[in-house]
């Protein structure tokens, strides 16, 4: 998901400082470093919002002119499969459903081998097997959730039990529906915490922004990977760290935690995921900034860079392995690999749910997944 020119930036800063004392580390990428990079064509690309396919594919780092100086590694084998006899029904099984997700990821699962429409041809509809789906006439929330944790009252400060649960949704509107469902549940106590907003005050800023744009507006508003105005928080409740604070204590952007403690100014956490699982921090407000694309302003936000995290994104889920995870498809994917990372979350078949809510209100079996088959072919 990085973007090339982050990979561009490094290149051009290592030639910049090596090439002092060596002129032909100039003409080397990395100024001669050796520099290792790790990932998955078939999973998410650079996000760039409101950006069309092609501004997507030339922010990969395919596009760059680094790739060309690339040597190219493949894995081959499932350490998965290594670990069970070759023989056993569980091997057949967990083999199925790998070739079936790779199937997903390069794009070639369809019904009936149906080709791809003329007005969307990196799309095509997919069927998901029986024995993954969620069918419910009721609450579509409560059957996700009873699946993906059951017994939660019993097991909610439980951190084995909720480090390797996650239900994820397409959408931040419906992850934040599923999220204050669950905090609900919880008998703790609740404690609400309010941001101090405002707009930056650069030079290129209008005068009566203050007058234009009133806190109380500015108190609505919501960005990707951005903290709420009003955040609800309960002991027990995992929650996500949304910024790096300190990578070298583990407080790093994607990091899992659950609350132990909540002081006015400062919440205290463990830490479940990452290297330094257990780990008791403390996570203060910070100043945070971000430029909505159709807003005239920078929004200033005084928060805690965290969300709650029964319930993430699929883009947020990149990197995240779990045992249990329920997909939502109240509204399906709308980008390359998503589909594919959303299936991929789990180590084994029996963990993975998928509930898909058709346009009236009833639970399908298919759903759309997106493949822009220009990167697979560029690797």
Known sequence: MTNRQCFEALDRS????????????????????VVVLGGDPKQILPVIENASKAQIINASIFRSY?????????????MRLQKIKSNSLEYKELSDFNDWILRIGNGSEKINNISETKEDPDSNIVEIPQDLLLYTTR??????????????????????YIKNR??????????EEINNYMVDFIPNSEKEYFSADSTSKCMDAINDAHI??????????NANNFPAHRLKLKIGVPIMLLRN????????????????????YIIEAVIITGTHIGDKVYI???????????????????????????????????????????LYLKKPVFSHGQLYVAISRVNNKKGLKILIENNDGSCGNTTTNIVFREILEMV
Not at 212 to 221: D, G, Q, R
């Open 14 to 33: 290592f030639k910049d400082i090596l090439s002092e004392k060596d002129n032909q580390l100039e003409a080397i990428p990395f100024g001669g470093k």
């Open 66 to 78: 680094l790739w060309k100086y690339v040597t190219k590694i493949y894995l081959h084998e499932n």
């Open 139 to 160: 609450n579509k929330i409560k059957a996700l959730v009873d699946s993906t944790y059951p017994d939660f009252l019993n097991n909610y400060s439980n951190l084995e």
């Open 166 to 175: 996650a239900i994820l949704a397409t959408t931040n509107d419906i992850v």
């Open 212 to 221: 234009l744009y009133p806190t109380e507006y500015l108190n609505t508003l």
């Open 245 to 264: 604070l300190n990578q070298s204590l583990g407080l790093c952007n994607g990091t899992r935690l659950i609350i132990t403690n909540l002081a006015d």
């Open 284 to 326: 203060p407000r910070i100043n945070l900034t971000t430029k909505g694309s159709h807003w005239p302003f920078v929004l200033c936000r005084h928060q805690f860079p965290i969300k709650i995290c029964y319930s993430m994104t699929i883009n947020k889920s990149q990197r995240q392995t779990l045992t249990n995870v329920g």
